[in-house]
Each structure stands twice: as structure tokens, then as C-alpha cells.
């Protein structure tokens, strides 16, 4: 489990430098701290179901927050 987020960490770096490339730099820099916090989950070791429960927390602050954004902060 521990390397999931190693590829969690590979994908959100791959996508923080095509939002670099496309001067995204918001967004770039927001992928940049999802990348660095996956790679160091990766290496710690923990339990499977310590992960589990990390990557729920994840998921469900993510997509709460990308709700709350699409739903309030864009402009029709």
C-alpha cells in the first residue's frame, strides 16, 4: 500500500508541471504540496489500514473542496 502513494506522488508531480508548463502557477504549487505529502506517506511504513484511512481523508476533503469551489466560486 505505502507504494500507491509513491504513484499518488509520481501523478500529482506529473500534473503540478503541466500546470507549471502552463502557467498555472496556483495550481502548479498546490500539486507540488500534494506530491511532496504523498512521497513522504510513502516511505513511513504505516499499517494498510492507517493508509486506507488516510486516502478516505484525502478523497473526501478533495472532492468536498472541489464541490464547494464549482458550486460557489465559479462564475456561471
Do not use: C, H, N
Not at 38 to 46: A, E, H, I, R, T
Request: aromatic share 22%; proline share 1%.
Amino acid at each position: 500500500m505505502d507504494r500507491m502513494f509513491r504513484v499518488l506522488g509520481f501523478w500529482t508531480l506529473a500534473i503540478a508541471l503541466m500546470a507549471l508548463a502552463g502557467d498555472f502557477i496556483p495550481m502548479a504549487l498546490l500539486f507540488f504540496a500534494q506530491t511532496a505529502i504523498f512521497v513522504l506517506l510513502g516511505y513511513l511504513k504505516l499499517s494498510e489500514r492507517a493508509y486506507i484511512l488516510i486516502f478516505w481523508g484525502y478523497m473526501i476533503i478533495s472532492f468536498t473542496g472541489v464541490t464547494y469551489w464549482s458550486f460557489f466560486k465559479m462564475s456561471v
